[in-house]
């Protein structure tokens, strides 16, 4: 698949690149995906969540009642989990939601991301390009440009570039990635996805070495 090269003014440059079919041009796996966005999801969940149980729980160890000739069940301490105020039963701990996924999966995940992107005609190629200074009413010029002005944008350099990134930071529905961070969600949440010319050529060597 050939897509036309923009310059930053959104005009045609006149050079095309070619899509690699094996990056771009495969049948996505829908179970992949999922799977991938499920592990995504999963780790971006702290995990801190905790509450005290019986033992943590500050106050009097005594009996509350004698332990027979009451008439009623038995009564441990005031940190009981059938009183108020008590312990809690079988609480939140911290722990790890990370989920184990596959390289070769991980792979085959945005292999399909990508190319159910260029399928759907959401992937711009732009000329490499970089801002002087950080500043978000350059970057929203290009948005502007470029046509995808209300629309979730995912642009993708390749490497860190502080200024593009710090420009578009206060921009709700646009994101600034490196190509070798890219992963299946941000790119199933963008409605397009915003290329430079390297960055290409960085994704389509990750994803065939």
Do not use: C
């Not at 971006?44 to 729980?57: D, F, I, L, M, V």
């Not at 801002?131 to 502007?144: E, G, Q, R, S």
């Amino acid at each position: 698949m050939e897509v036309s090269v923009l310059n930053i003014n959104g005009q045609d440059t006149g050079k095309k690149v070619t899509l690699n079919d094996s990056v771009f041009g495969i049948e996505p796996n829908e179970h992949v995906l999922w799977l991938s966005v499920k592990a995504y999801l999963a780790a971006q969940r702290q995990g801190t969540a905790k509450s005290k149980e019986r033992s943590e729980h500050a106050g009097s160890t005594r009996k509350l009642i004698r332990q027979k000739g009451g008439g009623g069940a038995r009564r441990g301490d005031i940190n009981s989990p059938v009183l108020v105020g008590g312990g809690r039963v079988f609480g939140p701990k911290p722990r790890d939601y990370q989920q184990k996924i596959n390289k070769k999966t991980n792979v085959l995940a945005r292999k399909s991301a990508l190319s159910q992107a260029a399928k759907n005609g959401e992937i711009i190629v732009v000329e490499d390009f970089a801002l002087d200074a950080p500043k978000t009413k350059d970057f929203v010029n290009i948005v502007k440009n470029l046509k995808v002005e209300g629309q979730k944008a995912l642009v993708v350099l390749p490497e860190a570039n502080k200024n593009v990134y710090l420009s578009a930071r206060n921009l709700p529905k646009a994101d600034v990635i490196e190509a070798r961070n890219i992963n299946t969600y941000k790119v199933l949440n963008a409605d397009k996805l915003v290329m430079t010319e390297s960055a290409l050529k960085a994704i389509e060597e990750l994803l065939t070495k």
